[in-house]
């Protein structure tokens, strides 16, 4: 998490016109019925730039899931 909050605030300091995304590996959390990038955005929302996204690529099932737009609909 220290490293996933480092790299939010490089992407603050990072200009406006680049595209910033952070693209990690789906790992589920049975106890919490979560990913850990959803329990990223849930607990440090307020950490993360409105212009990044934040990716999800499942290794089982080739998808990548926009964590970040998932969220924001259900939430």
């Known amino acids: 998490m220290t490293v996933w909050n ?3 605030y490089y992407f603050h300091l990072a200009p406006k016109r680049y595209k910033k ?3 990690v590996l789906h790992d589920f959390s049975d106890r919490r019925s979560e990913s850990l990038a959803e329990y990223y955005v849930r607990n440090h929302s307020h950490l993360i730039p409105i212009d990044v996204k934040i990716l ?6 080739s998808h990548v899931v926009n964590v970040t737009e998932a969220l924001a609909r259900t939430g």
């Open 21 to 23: 995304v952070l693209f």
């Open 56 to 61: 999800e690529y499942d290794e089982s099932t």
């Open 6 to 8: 480092e790299a939010m």
